[in-house]
């Protein structure tokens, strides 16, 4: 489901005066001025982490510290709550509001849990569902959060396999789509994958009501060792999904994925030239704002490859080096890299792998 994204001018009166001056003279004139608002999380050079709002050009807002390494970030329906999640294995969670009314939250997983980095709100924004790994037996998880008791959880259904990574609300609010990346790990071995040789990626379609699982779509056994990741839903609600590939990047196959609104999953078999460029490994996946464009980033490839989303036309190969978070412009797709570009201007610090766009146009809003 698409999350509804904050008006410029309610953004700015519900920020307030006190936000806007607690802010260096030039960042809060950038905020005002500001057609967008991106959250993304970084590593600085003293390799201290935290969390930043960008405008549409790249120029910093603000930013806050975090305990550890962010990843993905959900957004509340109505935008009152953005939640960063740790990077796998991560077991830290926080909660911000965007209009800064409250201070961050931190919250953390259970005991036995561990997050995987992604999550999503339930279409009414009172429950907040986690990717989360049973460290124990290796079943992935989906934990359930209460957004209106302080992110108390009070749940959890199965996620249909192992390694549950980004997930979507789908148009309805009823069913989630989930990417399990088929990799076990546990957080005595870091980051160490456990199960190369026997792992299997799966794309799961659960009911929320329920937590019953509606459809899986298993990889076929030529593609064994890709990971299903990250995903985006277009307009027509065409799932488009980024897999890693656990084998030799030389050999890998076209790690993009096509899941239809029929329920007909396919492998996009990209040209050599766009495949080479993303070196079999797809970081974040973002559509344009007009729906036309579909951008996969790859930092191991050192590129962005984008697809227009109508016609299936030839993909357009930009190269980034280390470009991972993307994002829905007004034009295009906002990138950024763990060498510290985002957009056009370059930050001395580290980019995560993912980009949420917090305020819309001035335009609509």
Aim: hydrophobic share 40%.
């Amino acid at each position: 489901m698409r999350q509804r994204e904050i008006g410029r001018r309610a953004f700015l009166a519900s920020a307030g005066a006190s936000f806007l001056a607690s802010l260096a003279p030039a960042r809060a004139e950038r905020l005002i001025n500001a057609k967008a608002v991106f959250i993304s999380g970084y590593m600085d050079s003293t390799k201290n982490f935290g969390f930043a709002l960008l405008d549409e050009n790249g120029g910093l807002v603000h930013f806050e510290p975090l305990p550890g390494r962010a990843h993905g970030f959900a957004a509340s329906p109505s935008n009152t709550h953005i939640v960063g999640f740790a990077r796998r294995p991560g077991m830290f969670a926080v909660a911000i509001d965007p209009l800064h009314r409250h201070k961050p939250r931190l919250f953390h997983a259970p005991e036995g849990r561990h997050f995987y980095g992604h999550g999503a709100f339930s279409a009414d924004g009172k429950l907040l569902y986690a990717t989360e790994n049973d460290f124990e037996t290796g079943d992935g998880k989906i934990g359930i959060y209460d957004a209106s008791d302080e992110f108390q959880r009070v749940g959890e259904f199965e996620s249909y396999g192992v390694g549950p990574h980004e997930m979507v609300l789908m148009s309805g609010g009823r069913l989630l789509a989930v990417a399990n990346g088929g990799i076990r790990t546990h957080p005595a071995s870091g980051r160490q994958k456990l199960n190369l040789p026997e792992m299997q990626s799966n794309f799961a379609l659960i009911d929320t009501s329920s937590g019953h699982l509606v459809a899986t779509f298993v990889l076929p056994p030529a593609f064994q060792r890709m990971s299903l990741r990250h995903m985006t839903m277009g307009r027509d609600e065409t799932l488009w999904i980024g897999g890693q590939f656990q084998g030799d990047l030389l050999k890998a196959p076209s790690p993009i994925f096509r899941l239809s609104p029929g329920g007909e999953l396919i492998n996009l078999a990209l040209f050599k030239p766009a495949r080479a460029a993303l070196s079999g490994y797809v970081g974040s996946v973002a559509v344009s704002q007009d729906g036309n464009k579909v951008g996969f980033t790859s930092p191991k490839g050192g590129s962005i490859v984008e697809l227009d989303t109508r016609f299936n036309a030839q993909a357009i190969i930009r190269e980034f080096p280390r470009a991972c978070g993307l994002a829905g412009a007004a034009k295009g797709l906002a990138a950024s890299s763990e060498l510290g570009k985002f957009g056009n201007q370059s930050h001395n610090l580290h980019w995560d792998n993912h980009i949420s766009r917090l305020l819309e146009s001035a335009e609509r809003g």
